[in-house]
Each structure stands twice: as structure tokens, then as C-alpha cells.
């Protein structure tokens, strides 16, 4: 029986990370060496937030430095992996709707390489971005994320990328060694829990959670990337955090892998 590849869940964070070596991003490292080589990889990255879902189709996707503000040396980073119209076509295969296969828009934008820069340096394994479509509900992209299980048998890394907790309103610019806001650490707990429980409906309706699942997620899509990684999980898959802690006091950085 063909190797399962583990679905991951990256927090991101900064964008910064992709050329700093932090603990972050020296335990995004470990993990490319630790899991086997993937046939390629689907991302489904916090920045790429439309109104329709799109798969990444072209054979070589740009680097976007979608941001502003950092210093050149962020803005000069290449992160030259190729494409594949093929996982494309079989994604839109899976999915069975109406997904628009882009061929010369969008790329791969810093919810994917900042991380995938550190897991797989040498950037020789094809990447495909899906879209998060800003016009469905959670538990709708929980759902519709099942139908993408079938690609971990298939020796493909599907990967999400986002952060569980993330308020920017509150992030302690110029101090990100603060402390965790207390309903950060709560929720991210609380998260945490249910991903051990296997309570996956209730992470899908995370809105009605009350007010620290409010504050850690005021907008939705750096937390939807996680509900795309656990649809994926099997009854036998066990659960795994390699990387933990807050930046800013409001940015979790939890990692969550499934399986591996």
C-alpha cells in the first residue's frame, strides 16, 4: 500500500520568517526532513482570499510579495518552485464544482513560500495553491475540504496556512516577545483540545464559540486553512504539534499535523 502523506496545518506569522532563523522556522526545517518526499504539494494559504474558488494551473508560478512595508532583502526572495497543471486538473476532478483553473494570475503568495522556503529549500517540488472562497461559511470549507482527502494517498502534501489565533489590532508591534493576551491563550487551548478530540464540528463553527474565539479570529481566513488539513484525517491518523508559541501576544504559531 502506497505511503499516506501527513496533511499540515503551518501558522505562518510574520512574513519576516522567511529569512530569519527563529525557532519557527528552524522546526519548519525539521519537519521537510522528517516527513517523506511529496509528489507535490496543495496549499491552501490565509492570503489567498477570493469570492470563487481557484486552483494555481501554470508551470511556473511567480513569487508574489503580496505585503508592504518590509525591508528589500524580504522583497527579493524567489521562491522558484514549479507548478503543476496536473495536481490542478485532479483537484479540479476531486472537487467536482465550478473551480477555475488560473493559469497567469495569481502564484504562490507568502502564506506559502515564507514557510515552504524553510521546509523545502531547494524548491524543487511542485506547489499548487487552492483558493479560499470569502463567500461560504466555515463549516461549508470544512465539507467541501473532504472531498481533497483522496490526494494524501496519492503521495501529495496538503498543506494550510494561516494562524489559528491572529489579531492584528492587537499585536504588539516593536514588541513581539509579549505575552500572550489571556483569550489568546484560552482559545488557542481550547483549539488545541478540540484538534486532540477529533471534535471537528465544532472547530467548523468556530464564530459560535464565544468572545475569545471572536478576538483570536475576527476575520476568518487565517483560520480556515486549518479546517482544509484536518478534513483530511483518517480514524487511524494521529495528531502531532512540532512547532508551538505566540508572536506579538495575538499570532498563534501553532503547527498541526495529521498522520506522518
Not at 87 to 106: F, Q, S, Y
Not at 116 to 131: I, K, M, N, T
Not at 176 to 194: I, K, N, V, Y
Request: charged share 20%; glycine share 8%.
Amino acid at each position: 500500500m502506497p505511503y499516506r502523506m501527513p496533511a499540515i496545518f503551518f501558522g505562518h506569522g510574520n512574513p519576516m520568517n522567511a529569512i530569519s532563523t527563529n525557532v519557527y522556522t528552524e522546526a519548519w526545517t525539521r519537519i521537510g526532513r522528517s516527513i517523506p518526499r511529496p509528489k507535490a504539494i496543495l496549499c491552501v494559504s490565509a492570503h489567498w482570499y477570493i469570492p470563487g474558488v481557484a486552483v494555481t494551473a501554470m508551470e511556473r508560478p511567480r513569487t508574489i510579495h503580496d505585503f508592504g512595508g518590509f525591508p528589500p532583502e524580504l522583497f527579493a526572495v524567489q521562491y522558484p518552485a514549479p507548478g503543476s497543471p496536473e495536481l490542478a486538473e485532479r483537484v479540479n476532478e476531486l472537487l467536482g464544482a465550478d473551480v477555475i483553473l488560473d493559469t497567469d494570475h495569481w502564484g504562490l503568495d507568502h502564506g506559502s513560500w515564507s514557510v515552504l522556503c524553510h521546509v523545502f529549500p531547494d524548491a524543487d517540488v511542485p506547489v499548487v495553491q487552492l483558493s479560499i472562497d470569502e463567500t461560504r461559511p466555515s463549516q461549508w470549507h470544512y465539507d467541501f475540504a473532504k472531498e481533497l482527502a483522496p490526494l494524501r494517498d496519492e503521495g501529495i502534501l496538503v498543506c494550510g496556512s494561516g494562524n489559528i489565533v491572529h489579531n492584528l489590532e492587537a499585536f504588539a508591534w516593536g514588541n513581539q516577545s509579549r505575552d500572550p493576551f489571556d483569550w489568546a491563550l484560552r482559545f488557542g487551548q481550547r483549539a488545541r483540545e478540540l484538534i486532540v478530540a477529533r471534535d471537528h464540528p465544532l472547530l467548523a463553527g468556530y464564530e459560535s464559540m464565544g468572545r475569545d474565539a471572536l478576538l483570536s479570529a475576527p476575520t476568518p481566513e487565517h483560520f480556515l486553512p486549518l479546517l482544509y488539513v484536518l478534513a483530511s484525517q483518517n480514524a487511524d491518523d494521529k495528531v502531532t504539534f512540532p512547532v508551538e508559541g505566540f508572536d506579538g501576544g495575538s499570532i498563534s504559531m501553532l503547527s498541526v499535523m495529521i498522520g506522518g
